[in-house]
């Protein structure tokens, strides 16, 4: 482990180094974690990587204290404790990947065939607390893609609305529209931020998941055109 630090209140932010995974996963997957020299940190548990694939291997997470594996992070783990990494596993790259298609048009101009391409896709991304964490990384790879993105992001309070300065920032550099807010989002706002045609990934609670997915099909957008990571194992 390189580093461990306070990330919001109850919620840490731990490095791993883990050389063999160089390049080795995708953005949006999860990888589990277990620390073999502590007690109680024993058994695997499932975490989002918040940085993407880097050729040094290195590996970011953000860990929410709610449970007794989780609230040992900030007082058990230092620099240098040993960390078992398991994976990766995830469904949000692959998923973008299975619809990156540039379509084309074929047409005649003064008899002539001609091609046309047609823009790619948008992407509307929902994000409920904690569950930013494997959304970070897959705004910035569709972006750079040539995606269109539209984010909301809500979270209990301002505190847990974390990497908050960041996606501004990004948002600003890119011209991406992004929206933040203490408090869920209502019906009318998560339909406002639906495009034609759009790609819709959830990330948050599964009572989260549940209320979006009902509301975007409700909408008339097709199951096929929804992802949702659901942490079961």
Known sequence: MLSVASLADGVWQIEVSVPSMADGWLEGDFVFLRFPGIHGMHALHPFSVVNRPNAAGMMMFAIRADGDFTR???SELNPGTVTEVV???????PFIDGHDRHAVVVGRTGGVPSRRCIRMRPVVAYAGGIGVTPLLP?????????????MLYSARTNADLLYHDELLRWAARTGNRIRMRVGRFTE???VDAMRPG?????GGPESMRRDVTRILIRHGVRSCDICYEPFVW
């Open 72 to 74: 040992m992070v900030g």
């Open 87 to 93: 994976g990766p596993y995830g469904r949000y790259r």
């Open 138 to 150: 897959v705004i910035r790879y569709v972006n750079e893609r040539g995606y269109d993105v539209t």
């Open 188 to 190: 009318d706002e998560f």
């Open 198 to 202: 759009a790609l819709y990934l959830i």
